[in-house]
Nanobody, 121 residues
Framework: QVQPVESGGGLVQAGGSLRLSCAAS??????MGWFRQAPGKERELVAV????????RYADSVKGRFTISRDNAKNTVYLQMNSLIPVDTAVYYC????????????????WGQGTQVTVSS
């Protein structure tokens, strides 16, 4: 069973960078994704990556600033976040599913507990 565990969140000034990590017992054959939920808002997709790493999808709001990647040998997925802005403030969740399509629709079978990212202005 996959149990994602996020790390790397924190407080950063606008314009800064953070790298989130998501470790799991196994990631091979699982599409992995990052989602976020800001206070008072619904959870939204940030980025998703196929299990081979050759297909990615990003929310329009993060394109060009965030990069999702994975290291299957380390059972870890990353989210590099650059040029952070205050609206990026949210709890970031890692999710996993064998179906890339299900993950895109936020219907993943496995979710982490989340890590807080706060961007100050």
């Amino acid at each position: 069973q996959v149990q994602p565990v996020e790390s790397g969140g924190g407080l950063v000034q606008a314009g800064g960078s953070l790298r989130l990590s998501c470790a799991a017992s196994v990631v091979i054959m699982y599409a992995m994704g990052w989602f976020r939920q800001a206070p008072g808002k619904e959870r939204e997709l940030v980025a998703v990556i196929s299990w081979t790493g050759d297909t990615t999808r990003y929310a329009d709001s993060v394109k060009g600033r965030f990069t999702i990647s994975r290291d299957n040998a380390k059972n870890t997925v990353y989210l590099q976040m650059n040029s952070l802005i205050p609206v990026d403030t949210a709890v970031y969740y890692c999710a996993a599913d064998t179906s890339f399509t299900e993950l895109l629709d936020s219907r993943a079978n496995y979710w982490g507990q989340g890590t807080q990212v706060t961007v100050s202005s």
